[in-house]
């Protein structure tokens, strides 16, 4: 069985790192190229030239109009993936086709399908709208995670680490102190973590960008649509300020964190993470601000996981872990990912045969 969760979508990059140059992404084991044709859509093509195994993204590789010419002798392919000409031979052999994936564009992300293409439906990937929505303003990036993906899905599922990882960013007592609640939408494979906050700190992170002076109502709401989407619903206001009978809420300030988990190998992942928030609209000093903040927070993470998965891979396995109440969100996560794994699979067989 494949060590990743198969047919299933997953984040490559940012529509805004794919264009006219050859970019190469390894995805679930599985090395892939991407580029912009000349009508602007993104095709996504095995990054390995059939005749040789030479890499389309490796220079002197190039695009020819809407052709991929492999830089070592000339193989050239459409966007399709489809080899349109060889040299010094008129008949291109049938079987000369780089594997093809389907791939979508969405909220600013490029949405790539592992797995039977057959599978993939395009309404069954899960949206982040705010990245692409004029009443936010978002600020993004992406960090190599030398750790397995599942290391970082633990972490997200449980954001009572900010108190102690992102102590001055984050973090402040109130997080680990109040309790959460973990609802599984079991059918539909969500997890839903919360942590309501009444009276808390202000961590800098928020008091800067939205002035807050004092404390504060913190709201914390994940959303993790396995295997790749993680959403953290982040609400905050002076305290008491709550949003209104109508369902409206002009005393809040809101922030969607959005997190992308893409296992690059067994034991790597793309950190993808995007703030977009629905006040400073367009204040770049904010903007610069919860970008190297975020930043910051993010490569706190991955100094932490990057140790820890040096840790579990050199010590034996088998180690019995101990889990508390703030884990049971990372727990659910775990099993959905395991069901999801099998099911990955046996489809993977069935296409197969
Ligand atoms: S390896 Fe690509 S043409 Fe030979
Ligand atoms: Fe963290």
Request: glycine share 10%; proline share 6%.
């Amino acid at each position: 069985m494949s060590l990743f969760v198969q047919n299933q979508w997953y984040v490559a990059a940012y529509g805004a790192d794919v264009g006219r140059d050859l970019f190469s992404r390894t995805v679930c084991g599985e090395s892939i190229l991407f580029w912009r044709t000349e009508g602007g859509v993104v095709t996504a093509m095995s990054d390995r030239c059939v005749h040789r195994r030479f890499p389309l993204s490796q220079s002197p590789s190039h695009l020819l109009g809407d052709t991929v010419v492999c830089g070592y002798h000339g193989f050239t392919y459409g966007a399709d993936g489809v080899c349109v000409g060889v040299p010094g031979q008129a008949r291109v052999p049938r079987t000369a086709r780089l594997t093809a994936y389907p791939v979508v564009e969405q909220d600013s992300f490029v949405w790539v399908w592992i797995g039977d293409p057959s599978g993939a439906e395009a309404t069954a990937i899960p949206r982040a709208p705010w990245l692409d929505d004029e009443g936010y303003t978002t600020v993004c990036g992406m960090e190599p995670l030398a750790a397995r993906a599942g290391l970082l899905v633990d972490n997200l599922l449980d954001l009572s680490h900010e108190t102690y990882l992102h102590g001055g960013y984050i973090g402040t007592p109130e997080v680990a102190n109040t309790p959460i609640t973990t609802e599984v939408d079991e059918e539909g494979g969500i997890i839903y973590v919360s942590r309501h906050m009444d009276d808390a700190d202000c961590p800098p992170f928020y008091a800067k960008s939205t002035g807050i002076q004092g404390r504060i109502t913190r709201w914390q709401d994940i959303e993790y649509l396995p295997p790749c989407l993680y959403l953290l619903h982040s609400r905050v206001a002076p305290t008491g300020v709550l949003p209104l009978g109508d369902g409206t809420d002009p005393g809040g300030f809101h922030v969607e964190v959005v997190y992308a988990v893409t296992p690059e190998t067994e034991n790597s992942t793309h950190d993808f993470w995007a703030v977009a928030r629905d006040f400073a609209l367009g204040d770049e000093g904010v903007s610069d601000f919860l970008r190297e903040s975020n930043r910051t927070v993010v490569l706190q993470d991955v100094v932490a996981l990057d140790v820890l998965e040096k840790v579990i891979a050199s010590e034996p396995a088998g180690y019995q872990e101990l889990s508390i109440n703030i884990d049971t969100g990372a727990l659910a996560a775990r099993r959905i990912l395991e069901r999801m794994a099998q099911d990955g699979a046996t489809a993977m067989e069935a296409a197969a045969r």
